[in-house]
C-alpha cells in the first residue's frame, strides 16, 4: 500500500499590514471594536502593488521544500488551489513551475473557493496512493483577494486578506493520509463570490459599468447563519466513522479562518477544548484558500503539532463547497 505523507509545511504572509484603525480610515466609520468582538480579526496582510498569485505561492512553496528536503527537480506535479489566479487561463501553478524551475512536474489549478486546499489535498493523496510514478507532490492554496476588494463595501473590506500556505506531499508505505468528505450546498452557488469577469458576465466596459467597477468579491445573499457550526460537526463525524474514530481522537482541528467565534461554537458542538486548534484570522485577516494550509503551519512552529498526531482539517467556502481530511502526522 502506499499511501500520502505530510513532509513538511510552509506559508508566506506578505509584508504590507492593514489594521482595523486603518480600514476605519478608508470607510469612515468604526468597524474595530465589532470587528475584535465579532469576528476575531485585529489585522491583515495585503500582497504588494507588483507582486502577484503566484508569487505568494512561491514563497510558501520555497519554505515547505526547503523543510522537506525536497528540490524543484524532485517534484512530479503542482497543485494551486485558488479562486484569484494571475489569468483566468492558462493555470496559476504552471506560473508557479516556471518560477520554481520545477520543470519535471505537472500543473493544474483547482478551485472550489476557500474549501480548495482541503479539496487540493484530497486530491493529491489518492493520486499518490494510485499512480506510484507521483512520488512528491506540492500543494499550495493561495489567496490574492485584495485585488477583488471594493474599499467601500464594508462586509468584505474589514475581512479578506492575502496570503499563501504549502505543504510537500511524499509517498510512504505508512498511513499519513487517513481519508477525507467532500460536500456541497450548491443553491448557495449565487451568495458569495466574485461574479464579473466569466462567461456570465464578462468584463466588459458595459459590464463593468454596470456594476460599479472592476469585479469585486460579494455577499449578494445570506446564507444560514449556523452553516458552518452545522456542518463542520457533521463532515467530521462522518469522516470519524468511515476510520473507526472518534472526535477524542483527533489531536488537532484546524478550520476555516473566517470567524473565531465559529470555531468556537464548533468546538463546543464537538465538545472539543479550545486547546486542540487555533486561529490566525487576529493577525493575518482572512485569506480563503490558504487560511487552512497557513494556520497548520503556524501550530507546526508552534510545536503544537507533534509526531504521530491525528490532525482533522475542515473547510467551507463560496459554492457552498465544503471539504474535511484526516492526515496522522509522520514529519
Not at 3 to 22: F, H, W
Not at 198 to 214: F, H, I
Not at 249 to 261: G, S
Request: with cysteine; hydrophobic share 40%.
Amino acid at each position: 500500500m502506499r499511501y500520502a505523507n505530510i513532509l513538511a509545511t510552509g506559508r508566506y504572509v506578505p509584508e504590507k499590514v492593514l489594521t482595523n484603525a486603518d480600514v476605519e480610515r478608508i470607510l469612515g466609520e468604526k468597524v474595530d471594536e465589532w470587528l475584535q468582538q465579532n469576528v476575531g480579526i485585529k489585522q491583515r496582510h495585503l500582497m504588494a502593488d507588483d507582486q502577484v498569485t503566484s508569487d505568494l505561492c512561491v514563497g510558501a512553496a520555497k519554505q515547505a521544500m526547503e523543510r522537506a528536503g525536497v528540490k524543484p527537480s524532485e517534484l512530479d506535479l503542482i497543485i494551486i488551489a485558488t479562486d484569484t489566479p494571475d489569468y483566468l487561463s492558462p493555470a496559476t501553478a504552471s506560473v508557479v513551475q516556471a518560477k520554481l524551475g520545477a520543470s519535471n512536474a505537472g500543473t493544474y489549478d483547482l478551485n472550489c473557493a476557500c474549501a480548495g486546499w482541503v479539496t487540493a489535498m484530497d486530491v493529491a493523496s489518492k493520486t499518490i496512493a494510485a499512480d506510484d510514478s507521483y512520488n512528491r507532490i506540492l500543494v499550495v492554496g493561495a489567496y490574492g483577494m485584495s485585488r477583488y476588494i471594493n474599499w467601500k463595501d464594508k462586509k468584505t473590506c474589514t475581512l479578506f486578506a492575502d496570503g499563501a500556505g504549502a505543504v510537500v506531499l511524499g509517498a510512504s508505505d505508512k498511513p499519513g493520509f487517513m481519508g477525507a468528505k467532500l460536500l456541497a450546498a450548491g443553491e448557495y452557488h449565487d451568495a458569495l463570490g466574485v461574479y464579473t469577469g466569466g462567461t456570465y458576465r464578462p468584463s466588459t466596459a458595459e459590464t463593468v459599468a454596470l456594476t460599479n467597477g472592476k469585479p469585486a468579491v460579494q455577499f449578494v445573499r445570506k446564507f444560514p447563519a449556523t452553516f458552518n457550526t452545522e456542518r463542520w460537526p457533521m463532515l467530521l463525524k462522518q469522516l470519524l466513522e468511515r476510520a473507526k474514530l472518534t472526535m477524542n481522537d483527533v489531536d488537532h482541528f484546524v478550520f476555516t479562518q473566517l470567524n473565531l467565534r465559529t470555531i468556537e461554537a464548533t468546538m463546543k458542538v464537538l465538545e472539543q477544548p479550545m486547546s486542540k486548534t487555533n486561529w490566525t484570522m487576529d493577525k493575518w485577516g482572512y485569506t480563503g484558500s490558504a487560511c487552512i494550509p497557513m494556520t497548520l503551519d503556524d501550530a507546526v512552529v508552534q510545536g503544537r503539532v507533534k509526531k504521530g498526531d491525528l490532525v482533522a482539517l475542515c473547510a467551507s467556502g463560496g459554492g457552498l463547497a465544503m471539504a474535511s481530511a484526516l492526515y496522522r502526522w509522520t514529519a
